[in-house]
């Protein structure tokens, strides 16, 4: 595209730099929240779903299943608010998602809980959670399309990485503030109060990213493109399954390993609530390191090839990886070592990623059709991963589960990243 050329070299670089801060500010405070609620599952199943009578791990089983229904809710979020950001624009949409995703995350942090309010309390918190996968699945179709369409020639994997360094970005702050509050609280005081902190805390973060929000600028091609036509809907869903599929061990060993492996420690290795968030911590640190770096090799040699290496590793490294965890004898500093190579790992997938769903569509359907692929696969690979892996080992007692999991879902997207799209856009 010529159209604007001139104007776009002299104003691009301010512009692109306030896009990435408006977009990823708002990726941070999403996966923040996430990350949030990941950790503090065995807390939230005591306060929440722990009526009389109730097991443990009957609770953390419903702690999940509401955590996989915030994110069935994500195709659905992605679905509408991507049909605005097409048709409107991704400014506006944004702005609304992040007030919405702020307004949900706050008001958990002020819940009533079981004991005072009875059967209502996991029914108030479903209905936030729903709330939080509606704005979710509106939040990366256009973040990412935000960044890549603002990159400069040559760079939209490092722009487009950006999404998932600030994922790893939320979720390293919310175990941060996680660990601070285990630390510096008694078990007692975290579990009556203390757990609500996180959540409060997303309100002047979530403050911060509308001000940023309101402060960008439309992206060049959507004012240039919007009006063209649209591809057939056969190529649209098309595209949409190939991205779904290809990011499918991005999701799901993400997940595994970044998420839902705090509660694992502790419920089938007998953990402590520190080691196991120390443990993420060193994980998420691991999964942000390559972030960057593989989104700028994937500009140089292709965003195949790098993800392709990423779901290879963890295909071949995902059991060795638990059976090191479980292994009473191996030291604390090789521990901390695998769990932060599988955040590494993880990390190959995920910097070129976003880059690689953008250009699977066009300008005038990339918020719907990119939005829709990451929703799809993070309902079913990211979002029922702790429901998938805690009730499996519980009926199994195999507690290689997440191993077989992670290994299975990436050998799924290597054979789809094999697959050449039918179309690549502009």
Known sequence: MTLFSGQRRATREPSAVRALAASSVGNFVEWYEFGVYGYFATVIAARFFTPEGGGEVEALVRTYAS???????????????????????????????ILLMTGATTLIGALPTYATVGALAPWLLTFLRVLQGLSAGGEFGGAVAVM?????????????????????????????????????????????????????????????????????????????????????????????????????????????????????LQSTLNASFQQALIATVLANLGFAVTIVPAGLLSDRVGRRAVMLTGALLVVVLALPLLNLLQDGGTSHAVKGAAVFGAGAVVGLMAGPGPAMLSELFPTNVRYTGLGLAYALSNAVFSGCAGLIITETVKRTGNVDIPGYYAAATCAVSVLALTKAPKRKAS
């Open 67 to 97: 955590f996989a229904l915030a994110f069935f809710f994500r195709p659905v979020g992605a679905a509408l608010f991507g049909r605005l950001g097409d048709r409107i624009g991704r400014r506006p949409v944004l702005i609304l998602v």
């Open 148 to 264: 890549t369409e603002f990159a400069p020639p040559g760079r939209r994997g490092l722009y487009g990485s950006w999404q998932s360094f600030t994922v790893a970005l939320g979720l390293l702050g919310g175990a941060g503030v996680a660990a601070l509050l285990a630390t510096v609280l008694t078990e007692r005081q975290l579990g009556d109060w203390g757990w609500r902190v996180p959540f409060l805390l997303t309100l002047p973060m979530g403050l911060a990213a509308l001000w940023l929000r309101l402060r960008l600028e439309e992206t060049p091609a959507f004012r240039e493109e919007a009006e063209v036509v649209r591809p057939p809907v056969r190529e649209v869903v098309g595209a949409i399954a190939l991205g779904a599929a290809r990011i499918m061990g991005w999701a799901a060993a993400g997940y595994t390993f970044l998420v839902v492996l705090p509660s694992y």
